[in-house]
């Protein structure tokens, strides 16, 4: 098999496997509004034991007020995946974070849009 060969067969591979992915990436309902009021009760009710009712983290989990999680480098679909599938400790030492059962693709959605609220509110764009 010539180079030219095994180098399409590798890319288009790799982009089979990109689509795979994306397809599995959970997605809130289209046309979904997501509101920061309603994503502070969720967040209340399912992040807070870890992240901190003031989002500044906790002995159980890092602070989303930290630059590490600005839009640039933490987009909101890393938000879907850690709920969904939870995610492996990199940034910190909390160890890994389990998926949260029992929230949905939308509700994650009003999260989202209340952490980015809050830090746009000290500065974290």
């Known amino acids: 098999m010539n180079h030219t060969r095994t180098f399409a067969l590798a890319?288009?591979?790799g982009l089979a496997l990109q689509l795979a992915h994306?397809?599995?990436?959970?997605?809130?309902?289209?046309?979904?509004?997501?509101?920061?009021a309603q994503g502070?009760?969720?967040?209340?009710?399912?992040?807070?034991?870890?992240?901190?009712?003031d989002l500044?983290?906790?002995?159980?989990g890092?602070?989303?007020?930290?630059?590490?999680?600005?839009?640039?480098?933490?987009?909101?679909?890393a938000f879907q995946m850690a709920v969904r599938y939870g995610v492996r400790a990199h940034?910190?030492?909390?160890?890994?974070?389990?998926p949260v059962s029992g929230v949905s693709a939308d509700e994650v959605a009003h999260i989202t849009a209340y952490v980015r609220q809050q830090q746009r509110l000290v500065g974290i764009r």
Do not use: I
């Not at 940034?91 to 389990?98: E, N, R, V, Y």
């Open 40 to 53: 502070k009760r969720l967040f209340e009710k399912n992040c807070a034991v870890c992240h901190g009712q």
């Open 62 to 77: 890092p602070p989303l007020l930290h630059p590490v999680y600005e839009p640039s480098h933490h987009g909101d679909a």
């Open 91 to 98: 940034h910190w030492k909390f160890g890994d974070m389990p």
């Open 22 to 36: 994306a397809q599995a990436l959970p997605q809130p309902s289209a046309g979904l509004m997501p509101n920061p």
């Open 56 to 60: 500044r983290g906790s002995d159980k």
């Open 11 to 13: 890319t288009g591979l």
